[in-house]
């Protein structure tokens, strides 16, 4: 007679319990256990390895070049994501659709193919190559064509956080700030602003994660030049080929994962502390 | 402020929003705008802001040409059907908000705003919840902060977008009568839109009827 008048919105517990267990399973053994691997790899021939790894010259200069990247290719792609999403939340505009098209681009192309695309455009035999050589601008196999291909790879986490966040806002409190008298910028910084901070916290930080760990793009455009133009991932690529390094590196990959454990742990506690801020923001 | 339109045109595309809109309105009116859905009166009263773009013909407030104006010059004091109050700032900052945005020139100091601030809110009756936040308001409450909020500004013209429209029946007869005595005291032009045909007679010196994108009665006074 109880059993009647169970919840038939609720899985039985065997169901629930085999979903739950196969995406643990899923998410342990893809997930989870590549990531430990390398902590554990890292660590195998003892500390004083593991710091020595860092200690060599042409890894020091991979982190720095990683954090140089990074430190100008994610506040460029906020300024951009800023932009764009404000451009499709807040406006009607022909072409809107396709700007929304262009800004899932990324994510769909192939990361090897949009470096070979900035080859195509900036290199020696490109179609500016000519125009750079004769200025002595240095695009490909230097920092800016890192940046680029960084740029380029990194440019929807911004923008896609914020566009479904300002269309559920929609308009209204921008009209008021208006009437109310501000002007453009005022509107934007004082009202819109303050709307999307979590959101906008939200992409910078895994357009960063992904700005430090790019590998694809970044290869082609590198140049792989040692102590120069080699960012962390490409750094780690050399010495997990050089059988005396292997140890090395994971003890440099360890950063990059250490890395993604610090994201995910920010953007988690950005949502426990702020989830009802983020809800009422929606508009709910 | 008296307001006078003059032959005011409107399209969407191939859409006739607004056809050769001629509305006089004398300083301290209090008008309805009435009609139903698609008669063209939101996008009139939004015109008359600013918010809307016009492609024919001209808005005076009083010696004014508004026509070219921005919204901003405009100091039209606007209040939405959903409140649009800033959630994340307190009843105060939105209220002031008018007044904080100001060029440094023209400003108030902080003191005084602070002080007109609470002036306002008590006139709207809420003193006290300075501190609160939108969320925490009622929908009623909400309304009156946005009415404040617009009045800030010491505006040329009050418009409202069916401001009632988002509360429940006692809230809003409540609200009805309420801003009728704050209008009489307060005495601003003021225009509100309305679906609502009781709503319009009950609150308005004079209900204007729109269909069509066309004033169909001007109205006589009540």
Known sequence: MANRYRNSLVEPAPVRWLLIGVTL????????LPLIIVFVQALSHGADVFFGAFADSDTKAAIRLTLLT??????LNTVFGVAAAWAIAKFEFRGKTFLSALIDLPFSVSPVIAGMLFVLLFGAQGWFGAWLSA?????????????LATVFVTFPFVARELIPLMQAQGTEEEQAALTLGAGGWRMFWHVTMPNIRWGLLYGVLLCNARAMGEFGAVSVLSGHIRGLTNTMPLQIELLYNDPGAYSAAFAVASLLALLGFVTLALKNFLEWRHGD???????? | MDISIRNLGKNYGNVTALRDIRLDIASG???????ASGSGKTTLLRAIAGLESIDDGSIRFG??????????????GFVFQHYALFKHMNVLDNVTFGLRVRKRSTRPRSAEIRRRGLEL?????LKGLEERFPTQLSGGQRQRVALARALAIEPRVLLLDEPFGALDAKVRKELRAWLRQLHDEIGYTTIFVTHDESEAHELADRVVTMADGRIEEAGAAN
């Open chain 1, 135 to 147: 200025h002595d601008i240095k695009i490909v196999f230097a920092l800016p064509g890192i940046v």
């Open chain 2, 121 to 125: 809110l008590d006139l709207v009756q």
């Open chain 1, 70 to 75: 990074a430190a100008i290719a994610v506040p």
């Open chain 2, 63 to 76: 010696d004014i040409d508004a026509t070219r104006l921005s919204v901003q010059e405009r100091r039209v």
């Open chain 2, 29 to 35: 009116e209090l008008i309805a705008l009435l009609g």
């Open chain 1, 277 to 284: 801020e983020l809800a009422a923001l929606r508009g709910k």
């Open chain 1, 25 to 32: 399973l899923f998410l342990g053994v893809f997930l989870l």
